[in-house]
């Protein structure tokens, strides 16, 4: 399976100068659920997204973004090290798989597997993420909910950032689908 490290539109100069880069700090920093953001912008342009912003946000997670704050200047590193962490949890999910009925989709720059569950079920693929939630115990994303028109594909995404022993386990019960 192929992966190409992540394309950042920041990386090219001439977007930069006009491009907004808006993420996430939950998988970067393994801290799914705490809801803590960024957004990387030209001054002129993160000015007019302040005073949008402003007004819709009037809580925020004040500890966790000082924690972040301290974490960014004190290992910078991990950045760096961020792909190969992740490449090594797909491929745990994607070996571990490797016997089962599902068709893994090469994926690139992500955290997620696309997987074609068609030799499994004919369930549209947003009734298979809850009948695999309720009856398997392995949660997954249905790509359709992702698209404004009809998708009539059997599609479904796993997430990978999880520990090895959640990834084993997910992998032993969709095997036997």
């Not at 992540?6 to 998988?27: I, N, T, W, Y």
Request: aromatic content about 10%; some cysteine.
């Amino acid at each position: 399976m192929r992966q190409k490290g992540h394309a950042s539109v920041l990386a090219h100069p001439q977007l930069r100068e006009r491009a907004v880069a808006v993420s996430s700090f939950g998988k970067t920093f393994h801290m799914t659920g705490w809801k803590v953001g960024y957004c990387v912008a030209p001054a002129a342009i993160s000015a007019e997204l302040r005073k949008v912003h402003q007004y819709l946000t009037f809580c925020v997670n004040t500890p966790a973004q000082l924690a972040l704050a301290d974490m960014l200047r004190a290992e910078p590193e991990h950045y760096r090290d961020l792909p190969a962490f992740y490449r090594k949890k797909r491929d745990v999910l994607v070996n571990a798989l490797r016997d089962s009925r599902l068709e893994i989709l090469p994926c690139e720059g992500t955290y997620f597997l696309l997987v074609d569950y068609s030799a499994v079920s004919d369930l549209n693929d947003v009734d298979f993420c809850q009948w695999l939630t309720r009856e398997i115990g392995v949660a997954a994303i249905p790509l359709s909910v992702f698209c404004a028109d009809p998708f009539p594909h059997k599609l479904i995404r796993l997430c990978f950032a999880k520990q090895e022993s959640t990834l084993l386990a997910a992998a032993e019960r969709l095997c036997k689908l």
